[in-house]
Nanobody, 116 residues
Framework: QAQLVESGGGLVQAGGSLRLSCAAS?????????MAWYRQAPGKERERVAS???????TYADSVKGRFTISRDNAEATVILQMNSLKSEDTGVYYC?????????WGQGTQVTVSS
């Protein structure tokens, strides 16, 4: 059974918005403190773009500060990434995982494509 399932990606024009959702099992949210969104652009290493602790403390990669917002709903066991003012360089596959990531938790991700 998948621990983390991502959804919400798609094709959007530059300047547009997308809202990604990560459905997590309750065991994952209870056991681990910090959740994060990661992305892998074509030909690049996977990078962490945003994280959130159990109490709501957040961190962001410099490249997304002011444009992306991460949030979590512990009751619904979801982690949300609201992405605004999207740029072509935001294109990639987005994944959620804990911090630091556990290899077995990587899901299929959700594709985000930003057209310029």
């Amino acid at each position: 059974q998948a621990q983390l399932v991502e959804s919400g990606g798609g094709l959007v024009q530059a300047g547009g918005s997308l809202r990604l959702s990560c459905a997590a099992s309750l065991n994952v949210l209870k056991k681990y403190n910090a959740m994060a969104w990661y992305r892998q652009a074509p030909g690049k290493e996977r990078e962490r773009v945003a994280s959130i602790s159990r109490i709501g403390a957040t961190t962001y990669a410099d490249s997304v500060k002011g444009r992306f917002t991460i949030s979590r709903d512990n009751a619904e066991a979801t982690v949300i990434l609201q992405m605004n003012s999207l740029k072509s360089e935001d294109t990639g596959v987005y994944y959620c995982n804990i911090v630091p990531p556990i290899p077995a938790f990587w899901g299929q991700g959700t594709q985000v494509t930003v057209s310029s």
